[in-house]
């Protein structure tokens, strides 16, 4: 965004410990938020879709993999870190081939290049618990030892539990969430789907029993702030 700068310079990152992560999306957008100090990791959206990466970065699937190579070498000499969101990971709403073999291609594609870290994303909310499962299991089966797979998940309020056992179940450790489920994709049809609720996520992992370095007291304070944002601006 042409504020993120702005953005970024007027955080005080004195006292966090937090990891600040920055989407980018072209090569220009990578070397902006390699100069800066306060962004430790990149992220790059790379779809199984060629209608939708062409929609996202006006590039073809081609292109964007050699974008995307480039940015991963300039992250490697400024000792960045990298993770690829790989959008349609669970299905294809626009009527091209999906397939356990078309996702597999593209990982083993991105690892080879030195790629370790794939969000699997369910960018237009169109998978279900099952196929859910069926991914991260072949996944983690497959290469479980040389690659993390992270779950980016969009649902409906009465979805996002299913949704998270099943990729937990499967042997995800690494979610994304946003404070009240806000966001999600435009290119979803339901109006009541969104990302998943941190909220919720950090009770799951809780009763989970899962030990994650995160200060509940300052998380508070965050949603607390974020409500009265979303209350008074949308």
Same mark, same amino acid.
């Given at each position: #965004?042409?504020?993120?700068?702005?953005?970024?310079?007027?955080?005080?990152?004195?006292?966090?410990?937090?990891?600040? &992560?920055?989407?980018?999306?072209?090569?220009? !957008? $990578?070397?902006? +938020?390699?100069?800066?100090?306060?962004?430790?990791?990149?992220?790059?959206?790379?779809?199984?879709?060629?209608?939708?990466?062409?929609?996202?970065?006006?590039?073809?699937?081609?292109?964007?993999?050699?974008?995307?190579?480039?940015?991963?070498?300039?992250?490697? =000499?400024?000792?960045?870190?990298?993770?690829?969101?790989?959008? #349609?990971?669970?299905?294809?709403? /626009?009527?091209?081939?999906?397939?356990?073999?078309? &996702?597999?291609?593209?990982?083993?594609?991105?690892?080879?290049? !030195?790629?370790?870290? &794939?969000? &699997?994303?369910?960018?237009?909310?169109? $998978?279900? +618990?099952?196929?859910? =499962?069926?991914?991260?299991?072949?996944?983690?089966?497959?290469?479980?030892?040389?690659?993390?797979?992270?779950?980016?998940?969009?649902?409906?309020?009465?979805?996002?539990?299913?949704?998270?056992? +099943? $990729? /937990? +179940?499967?042997? *995800?450790?690494?979610?994304?969430?946003?404070?009240?489920?806000?966001?999600? *994709?435009?290119?979803?049809?339901?109006?009541?789907?969104?990302?998943?609720?941190?909220?919720?996520?950090?009770?799951?992992?809780?009763?989970?029993?899962?030990?994650?370095?995160?200060?509940?007291?300052?998380?508070?304070?965050? /949603?607390?702030?974020?409500?009265?944002?979303?209350?008074? /601006?949308?």
């Amino acid at each position: #965004m042409a504020d993120t700068k702005q953005v970024l310079e007027g955080l005080d990152r004195s006292v966090s410990t937090t990891r600040l &992560l920055a989407i980018v999306a072209n090569y220009q !957008g $990578a070397q902006n +938020a390699l100069e800066s100090q306060s962004i430790d990791v990149l992220g790059f959206p790379f779809s199984l879709s060629e209608i939708f990466q062409m929609r996202n970065t006006h590039s073809s699937r081609e292109e964007a993999f050699t974008v995307l190579e480039r940015i991963h070498n300039a992250c490697q =000499r400024k000792s960045k870190e990298l993770v690829v969101y790989v959008s #349609m990971g669970f299905g294809n709403p /626009y009527g091209e081939v999906w397939s356990l073999e078309v &996702l597999m291609h593209w990982v083993e594609r991105l690892a080879a290049i !030195g790629i370790r870290t &794939l969000s &699997l994303s369910d960018t237009a909310a169109s $998978a279900n +618990a099952e196929r859910i =499962r069926e991914v991260f299991s072949t996944v983690s089966s497959l290469y479980g030892e040389g690659l993390t797979f992270g779950a980016h998940l969009h649902a409906r309020p009465d979805q996002w539990r299913d949704h998270v056992e +099943a $990729a /937990y +179940a499967a042997g *995800c450790r690494r979610f994304d969430g946003a404070i009240q489920g806000f966001g999600g *994709c435009p290119m979803a049809t339901d109006g009541l789907v969104g990302n998943i609720p941190t909220e919720k996520l950090i009770s799951f992992l809780t009763t989970q029993k899962e030990e994650f370095n995160l200060n509940h007291a300052s998380f508070e304070v965050a /949603y607390n702030h974020a409500k009265r944002l979303f209350s008074a /601006y949308l």
